[in-house]
């Protein structure tokens, strides 16, 4: 089982749709949870960052950490066609084995049609 | 601002041949590490180093050798490729605890191996 699950898609929505992003994960010492945000031919970028449980908002972006469902989520209200890319999470600890490194999930492609 | 520098973007090997792929960082960061991305794997750690002089193996290491010789350097090499190998190449890099930052990644190197 791979320390982080998260379904590749493809997702297609129209402009203007609320985007739901999903990754469970098993390792209950992930305390840094990530999403990042990939374009085509690009290097990943971050573009949330939460620790431990809870919910975080910068602007159409919303990150949600639910450590007891093991389970976090990252919404994009009124998605536009420049959110079209690959979104990845990624976890890590801060202890233990893990310490150093950061886990990703396979990343989920979306496109935004006009 | 470079950021993160990775030399060469395209490379075709033959099976067998050696390579060396370069990876630089203006930063000052302490924190690099390699990842490689194939469809439907997601991004897939190679190795890692906190500091100059210290590295560690990640998720796949074998085939790779990378060494730590100056802060801003962090050069992988493929000792004898293979088409398994063939693959894009992610250098990234974080300012000290990666697990606490944000990782800044290069725009890859895409390597097919024949």
């Known amino acids: 089982q791979k320390e982080v699950e998260q379904d590749p898609g493809p997702l297609s929505v129209p402009e203007g749709a609320i985007v739901s992003l999903n990754c469970t994960y098993s390792?209950?010492?992930?305390?840094?949870f990530m999403w990042y945000r990939q374009y085509s031919r690009k290097g990943p970028e971050l573009l949330m960052y939460t620790y431990s449980s809870g919910n975080k908002e910068d602007g159409r972006f919303t990150a949600q950490v639910d450590k007891s469902s093991k389970y976090i989520s990252l919404f994009i209200r009124d998605s536009q066609p420049s959110d079209s890319a690959t979104y990845l999470c990624a976890m890590s600890a801060n202890r233990g084995s893990t310490l150093g490194r950061l886990y990703f999930g396979r990343g989920t492609q979306l496109t935004v049609w006009p | 601002n470079a950021g993160v520098t990775q030399t060469p973007k395209f490379q075709v090997l033959k099976t067998g041949q050696s390579m060396t792929l370069q990876c630089a960082q203006d930063m000052n960061h302490e924190y690099m590490s390699w990842y490689r991305q194939d469809p439907g794997m997601g991004l897939r750690l190679i190795h890692y180093?906190?500091?100059?002089?210290?590295?560690d193996q990640g998720e796949v290491p074998n085939g790779y050798n990378v060494s730590r010789s100056t802060t801003e350097d962090f050069p992988l090499r493929l000792l004898s490729a293979a088409p398994s190998q063939t693959s894009v190449y992610f250098c990234?890099?974080?300012?000290?605890?990666?697990?606490?930052?944000?990782?800044?990644f290069g725009e890859g190197s895409r390597l097919t191996v024949l």
């Open positions: 990234a890099s974080s300012l000290d605890r990666v697990e606490a930052g944000e990782l800044f």
């Open positions: 390792n209950s010492a992930f305390q840094y």
């Open positions: 180093s906190v500091g100059a002089g210290i590295t």
